[in-house]
């Protein structure tokens, strides 16, 4: 048994600490966000802090931290335009959703940098990634500084999801091993996930 | 292709809507919360909304929803004592962890329905899950309710990482494979994850 406590953190070397704390929470839902400008100047992130809110109706919950370039350029073109799209990552994109983490200047689009194509609907002022299997339109609702960290949960309603082939089972239920979704761990890595089993509603007894 | 909207989502079934929004942000982080209340009856609930917030100082976030009794149990219990705990599920405990969803009388501790071993450390007041091959205690830092739903965030500062073997590789990054966590989606599937690749630290060019 190992034993790591608050003294033991605050001795961890910086990228320590951040590989540590960002793999131990384990694996997460990891997606490519699209914004862009009043101008229409594009923006693609990788992130892997989204989460369900609520289905009625339904919000999703984003962490947009203070630090790093790419974020900051996300939340800025959100706040502008008030619409943001999430995009799943399959094996055959995450090189490109990873690189889009690579600092590049304001007027550079992740889209051409590192070769994915933006897509527009009709309803959303925010580009999908064309590449993408399932596809979600989110507007806007509200945002939540954190006071400890300055870390800011974007909250919003999705108005939209595309899907590239019927995914969605009887149910409701999403099948993502059919439409090849990829989830993640800490910073840089990239695992395929496989149904161990579907368990029916519990019930006491 | 297959879009839906807004109109779409409102004619969806309650339940196709609970499936169908639970699953569309991918694969997700899946914990056992372990808590106490001022007397020490315990508490054991799964829950699929953790994520992190900052590694310095190390926070994590879990969301509370406004519905369902065992959330309710654990969200009283935090409160009352400040501590919670974290820990990782497996192939080996999936179908126990599940359970915990069941609706059990207040005064049954879930440890003890579903068959798992409470184990406390010298540092927190909430008890862990022994079977659990990574454990993570946590202090409340403070909690943000949203006007929005009433689902509630919960914020926790990591005081205590608990390893069975040494998970953690060289630069700090968790390996979870080795410590076999699940992930999970939607509210019932459970799912093994394997390494596609690590990648390197993205640069422009």
């Known amino acids: 048994m190992i034993i790591y406590t608050a003294s033991d953190f605050e001795q ?18 990891v997606h490519l966000v699209g914004t862009q400008n009043a101008e229409g100047t594009t923006n693609l992130a990788i992130f892997s ?6 289905s009625k109706p339904p919000y999703f919950g984003m962490l947009v931290r203070p630090t790093g370039e790419t974020p900051r350029h996300t939340l800025a073109n959100l706040l502008e335009t008030g619409y943001y799209t999430l995009n799943h990552i399959h094996p055959h994109t995450y090189k490109q959703a990873h690189q889009t983490s690579a600092k590049y200047p304001k007027d550079v689009s992740e889209f051409d940098a590192v070769g994915l194509t933006p897509w527009y609907s009709e309803k959303v002022k925010a580009p999908y990634v064309f590449e993408s299997n399932i596809k979600i339109g989110l507007k806007l609702v509200e945002t939540h500084p954190m006071s400890f960290n300055g870390t800011i949960l974007v909250v919003g309603n999705v108005v939209e999801v595309i899907f590239k082939q019927p995914y ?14 990829i989830t993640s761990t800490g910073l840089d890595v990239y695992a395929q996930a496989k149904t161990i089993e579907r368990l029916e509603r519990a019930k006491p007894n």
Do not use: C, V
């Not at 802090?49 to 609520?54: A, C, E, L, N, Y």
């Open 49 to 54: 802090s989204i989460f369900h809110m609520g």
């Open 12 to 29: 961890f070397e910086k990228h320590y600490r951040i590989h540590f704390f960002n793999s131990l929470t384990g694996y997460k839902s």
């Open 168 to 181: 969605a089972l009887p149910d409701g239920m999403i099948n993502l091993e059919q439409a090849q979704t």
